[in-house]
T-cell receptor, first 113, second 115 residues
């Protein structure tokens, strides 16, 4: 049982390049989330999808776009990468609703030079 | 903005000792969750406490919630070297729009348990 799978695990980009981070879950969860984790900042929500067909901005959405491709998959796109987007990115999923634990992938470590 | 703030930022103890971490938050919540993160891995859910509960236990974990003080504590008893990790509190509050529940995480406490 894989849970939440993120690809790639590591990536180095040059400023201005674009890329898409992939996330898939096999737990039949309705809700999916993208976070970034920076030293001393904890996790900050970038975008989330409460259910298939909907997406909403989180705390730090600027410079990112998302696509909820289907119930299983939720991708995060950087159109023009900037050094400030160097971070560890985590995808999570949960059953929709209050009080549901989130299940996390192991992250994508992204460096932008 | 961060809703939860953990205290202390770092904690170092000896194996067998108890570890207590605190979390303070700012606005009303539906529930509060604690997560653990091992180095280089994703977060793992530990325990959830609802706003109408005051204390909850799960194995060696004990969580308390004081809504009047907007604070929670996580106690790990008889700690082990394998408990070395970062611990995060996350608050769950209903946002405007009705149905979109989401968590707001604190910055975490790094716990080191020395053998």
């Amino acid at each position: 049982n894989a849970g939440v799978t993120q690809t790639p695990k590591f990536q180095v980009l040059k400023t201005g390049q674009s890329m898409t981070l992939q996330c898939a879950q096999d737990m039949n969860h309705n809700s999916m989330y993208w976070y970034r984790q920076d030293p001393g900042m904890g996790l900050r929500l970038i975008y989330y999808s409460a259910s298939e067909g909907t997406t909403d901005k989180g705390e730090v959405p600027n410079g990112y776009n998302v696509s909820r491709l289907n119930k299983r998959e939720f991708s995060l796109r950087l159109e023009s990468a900037a050094p400030s987007q160097t971070s560890v990115y985590f995808c999570a999923s949960s059953i929709q609703g209050s009080g549901q634990p989130q299940h996390f992938g192991d992250g994508t470590r992204l460096s932008i030079l | 903005s961060q809703q939860g703030e953990e205290d202390p930022q770092a904690l170092s103890i000896q194996e067998g000792e108890n570890a207590t971490m605190n979390c303070s938050y700012k606005t009303s919540i539906n529930n509060l969750q604690w997560y653990r993160q091992n180095s280089g891995r994703g977060l793992v859910h530990l325990i959830l406490i609802r706003s109408n509960e005051r204390e909850k236990h799960s194995g060696r974990l004990r969580v308390t919630l004081d809504t009047s003080k907007k604070s929670s504590s996580l106690l790990i008893t008889a700690s082990r070297a394998a408990d070395t990790a970062s611990y995060f509190c996350a608050t769950d509050a209903l946002r405007s729009g009705g149905s979109n529940y989401k968590l707001t995480f604190g910055k975490g406490t790094l716990l080191t348990v020395n053998p």
